[in-house]
């Protein structure tokens, strides 16, 4: 059974710039979960998609938002880059079983 | 709202002896709790979980954690470690509000606690 696959796995980006991450999930997983692990900062919960819809968001800017496909695929949108959205972006899927499972994450970096 | 305090940021400790890592929450409502372990440049590794029933939960690698209610405490432990759990711990809790019915809901994490495992 293939993972939830995260791309790109590292990116560069200026300050200002937009982003876009991807996840897929486990095949059958329908939830989507988004979480930043930055410097210091540690795991920060962004944001949840199940069934195509936004169920909850962390405490984060309108500048980060994202939206979830009908093949329960996901994106994250990042506008304005800042220094500080460096980060590793990590991208969970669950199951009815209960079970999240979590990607290798995407390491983003902002010059 | 919830959080979560691991009470150590870092633990030393020589290769097959015990180990424990230490992890509070503090939540208004009833809670899901996890154990993740994160090896270098790698995503997170669910070790075990505590939904409901006993409260001692048995995970992957030989490691357990006991669910302490009047404590609020979900420490993490094994009996006789290897070099190869040196990671990064991170505990976590989840309410059941915020639970849907697919997933446990966002999960907010502790600070996390350095493992390293000396020959």
């Known amino acids: ?111 | 709202a919830q959080s979560v305090t691991q009470l150590d940021s870092q633990v030393p400790v020589f290769e097959e002896a015990p180990v424990e890592l230490r992890c509070n929450y503090s939540s208004s409502v009833s809670v899901y709790l996890f154990w993740y372990v994160q090896y270098p440049n790698q995503g997170l590794q669910l070790l075990l979980k505590y939904l409901s029933g006993s409260t001692l939960v048995k995970g992957i690698n030989g490691f357990e954690a006991e669910f302490n209610k009047s404590q609020t405490s979900f420490h993490l432990r094994k009996p006789s470690v290897h070099i190869s759990d040196t990671a990064e711990y991170f505990c976590a809790v989840s309410d059941l509000a915020n639970a849907g019915g697919t997933s446990y809901g966002k999960l907010t994490f502790g600070q996390g606690t350095i493992l390293t495992v000396h020959p």
């Open chain 1, 1 to 111: 059974e293939a993972g939830v696959t995260q791309s790109p796995t590292h990116l560069i980006k200026t300050r200002g710039q937009q982003v876009t991450l991807r996840c897929s999930p486990i095949s059958g997983h329908t939830s989507v979960y988004w979480y930043q692990q930055a410097l210091g900062l540690g795991l920060q919960f962004l944001l949840w998609y199940d069934e195509g819809e936004e169920r909850n968001r962390g405490n984060f800017p309108p500048r980060f938002s994202g939206r979830q496909f009908p093949n329960y695929s996901s994106e994250l949108n990042v506008n304005a880059l800042e220094l500080e959205d460096s980060a590793l972006y990590l991208c969970a899927s669950s199951s009815s079983g209960h079970k999240d499972f979590f990607g290798q994450g995407t390491r983003l970096t902002v010059v």
